[in-house]
Nanobody, 115 residues
């Protein structure tokens, strides 16, 4: 079982930036993919971004041009850089990982964007 721990959430004004981190208990080099999801109050969890083994990335339409997913294999950490944040970005953000052992989820980190 892979353990994932998110950090970096907090309160930011609209137009500001935050960087989320997802630290993994194992080597992220062995993961097929890692990604970020978010869930706002009263809404379903939605996919935000993914980075595939090999380095390719994809993003949900509502964050394209604003968010960037990246990884640091030496630190076993995946990041989500969030720029030009909007109040609609307010949510709990979850990290996930796909490996040979299955799908793993972190516990989430709260992001609140004020107007």
């Amino acid at each position: 079982q892979v353990q994932l721990v998110e950090s970096g959430g907090g309160l930011v004004q609209a137009g500001g930036s935050l960087r989320l981190s997802c630290a993994a208990s194992g080597s992220i080099f062995s993961f097929t993919a890692m990604g970020w999801y978010r869930q706002a109050p009263g809404k379903q969890r939605e996919w935000v971004a993914v980075i595939i083994k090999g380095g390719s990335t994809n993003y949900a339409d509502f964050v394209k041009g604003r968010f960037t997913i990246a990884r640091d294999n030496a630190k076993n950490t995946v990041y989500l850089q969030m720029n030009s944040q909007k109040p609609e970005d307010t949510a709990v953000y979850y990290c996930n990982a796909v490996s040979g052992g299955g799908l793993s989820w972190g516990q989430g980190t709260q992001v609140t964007v004020s107007s």
